[in-house]
């Protein structure tokens, strides 16, 4: 079993910055994937960023490029979203997730967390 405890959501104004973390825990994380997804009121859920645990390649979202930023730490396995210079559109839930395949699609993950809440006020 698996769990990924999200935190590091709140309210912030456009311009500013958060970093979300994904604490792991359970069954060992060395080959797998991780990432974040992002789901507004009223949208589907999205892909946001994905990172291959035991190598730290990472993939983003094309339109987040620049802005966000996925990384890790191996020693309190622990992913991070680095969120700058953020968007009132960016308000959503963001969620944790875990799975096998480095994938962009929801569907490929098996665990998630129970999300944490971004707003950004304008």
């Known amino acids: 079993q698996v769990q990924l405890v999200e935190s590091g959501g709140g309210l912030v104004q456009a311009g500013g910055s958060l970093r979300l973390s994904c604490a792991a825990s359970g069954r060992a994380f060395s080959s797998a994937v991780m990432g974040w997804f992002r789901q507004a009121p009223g949208k589907e859920r999205e892909f946001v960023a994905a990172?291959?645990?035991?190598?730290?390649?990472?993939r983003h979202a094309d339109s987040l490029k620049g802005r966000f930023t996925i990384s890790r730490d191996n020693a309190k396995n622990t992913v991070y979203l680095q969120m700058n210079s953020l968007k009132p559109e960016d308000t959503a839930d963001y969620y944790c997730?875990?799975?096998?395949?480095?994938?962009?699609?929801?569907?490929?993950?098996?665990?998630w967390g129970q999300g944490t809440q971004v707003t950004v006020s304008s």
């Open positions: 997730a875990g799975g096998l395949k480095f994938s962009v699609l929801s569907r490929d993950y098996d665990y």
């Open positions: 990172l291959i645990w035991n190598r730290g390649a990472t």
